[in-house]
């Protein structure tokens, strides 16, 4: 895509930086084209990226919905502080701008529903079915110790499974991010076990349906979701629990055993967010809040590191989770 505004070698420049590290980038050099036809347009000369242009350009858009603008927001945001570390100074747009409302509400499983869930596939689930029974509890077990999305447990290929380093490749992540899964040692032993007794049914993925050796659906997940967790007898409401609380789970965990570990939060959290496949901080830095709620007694450590490094004003994209 070519680019002729003011700022069309800062695009391309921004764009080859992000592609080098891992985004894929397709919708976003579409809507820097639409950025860089702004600037032409209002005959735009400074290098200078300013809040007045930012908000013009966003705000032009009429009719769209407010998450659209979020997102046009959440990459211009990302320009700005490249041109800002590359000596061009720019008005970086802050969170508060385009804020969109979410009645998110996670939910935590307990240690005692995690417990009954998984025994619960063991003992009582597809006993007329052992490959089914095998593949719910290895899916289920994936994303609660790994707190991967659905879709890149379904989306794990074979060929992306390093068994030497034990690390799983996932590709077309929801953020356009490759990324890696090092798996620890208890769940490897369970996913080689698992290859090494249904190799026959697999093509490409590690999950298929074993009658037609497609790739196994969300949807079929969802649906034996329900039926264990009717077997186990655990109450299902709108709240939750659902498939995506594995990962919720996982993320709480991860910060109360790192805090418990007294690990630096200031390390830590970009690392997590990394490993969740965030496109920023500040969507892993909700579950710091969650966890803090859930754990009084870490209180004093998520307070103070709050206090001193997080910036008032953030909003989140639950989407983003």
């Known amino acids: 895509m070519i680019y002729n505004g ?92 385009y804020p969109v409302k979410s009645d998110f509400k996670a939910y935590i499983y307990s240690d005692n529903e995690l417990f009954i869930f998984f025994r619960t596939i063991k003992q009582k689930y597809s006993l007329e079915n052992e490959t089914k029974q095998d593949m719910m509890y290895l899916i289920f077990k994936l994303l609660y110790i790994t707190g991967m999305r659905v879709s890149e447990v379904l989306g794990i290929r074979i060929k992306n499974i390093n068994y030497n380093d034990q690390i799983i490749l996932l590709e077309n992540t929801k953020n356009n991010v490759e990324r890696l899964i090092v798996l620890k040692d208890e769940i490897f032993k369970e996913l080689i076990s698992y290859c090494s007794k249904y190799n026959k049914n697999m093509k490409d993925y590690l999950f298929t349906n074993a009658k037609t050796k497609d790739k196994f659906t969300r949807h079929m997940v969802y649906a034996n979701f329900r039926i264990i967790l009717d077997l186990a007898d655990i109450t299902h409401t709108k709240h939750g629990p659902r498939v995506h609380d594995f990962r919720h789970t996982f993320a709480v965990h991860s910060f109360k055993q790192g805090i418990d570990n007294k690990v630096d939060l200031n390390s830590f959290l970009p690392i997590l967010s990394v490993y969740l496949g965030h496109q920023d901080i500040y969507a892993t830095e909700k579950y710091l809040h969650l966890t803090n709620e859930l754990y009084p007694e870490i209180r004093m450590t998520v307070e103070t590191y709050d206090n001193e490094i997080i910036p008032d004003g953030k909003m989140i994209n639950y989407e983003d989770l």
């Open 6 to 97: 003011i700022f069309k070698n800062k695009i391309d420049d921004f764009i080859k930086e992000k592609t080098g590290l891992g985004f894929k980038y397709t919708r976003e050099k579409e809507i820097l084209k639409d950025f860089d036809n702004f600037t032409i347009k209002n005959n735009f000369i400074s290098e200078f990226m300013t809040k007045d242009i930012i908000i013009s350009w966003i705000d032009s858009h009429i009719g769209i919905k407010l998450i659209t603008k979020k997102h046009y927001g959440d990459l211009i945001r990302e320009f700005g502080k490249y041109l800002n570390r590359h000596d061009k100074i720019s008005f970086i747009l802050p969170n508060k701008y």
